[in-house]
């Protein structure tokens, strides 16, 4: 079983600056692809950026230019660095990992919420 665990939401002026990270622990994975998804309440859960094994990323057309993921693989942890942030990126943000195997896990969830 693998774990995931979040860090870094918070409240933060439109405009500035937030680092998520998730790490993950539990039983040794091996990991296709890690990410984050965000949702606020009466919608759904929307991608916002991954990053692969091979460290090939991708990114929702709504924070492209703002946003960056990375990764530790020795670590198995990974980053979003949210730069520029709007009043409209609040929302719930969730880390998500797949393994190879194309099982999926998801972090409990942190808040960011971006004041106007």
């Known amino acids: 079983q693998v774990q995931l665990v979040e860090s870094g939401g918070g409240l933060v002026q439109a405009g500035g600056s937030l680092r998520l990270s998730c790490a993950a622990s539990?039983?040794?994975?091996?990991?296709?692809?890690t990410g984050w998804y965000r949702q606020v309440p009466g919608k759904q859960r929307e991608l916002v950026a991954t990053?692969?094994?091979?460290?090939?990323?991708n990114y929702a057309d709504s924070v492209k230019g703002r946003f960056t993921i990375s990764r530790d693989a020795a670590k198995k942890t990974v980053h979003l660095q949210m730069n520029s942030l709007k009043p409209e990126d609040t929302a719930v943000y969730y880390c998500?990992?797949?393994?190879?195997?194309?099982?999926?896990?998801w972090g409990q969830g942190t808040q960011v919420t971006v004041s106007s």
């Open positions: 990053i692969n094994n091979a460290g090939s990323t």
């Open positions: 539990g039983s040794t994975v091996s990991i296709r692809t």
């Open positions: 998500h990992l797949q393994t190879l195997w194309y099982s999926d896990y």
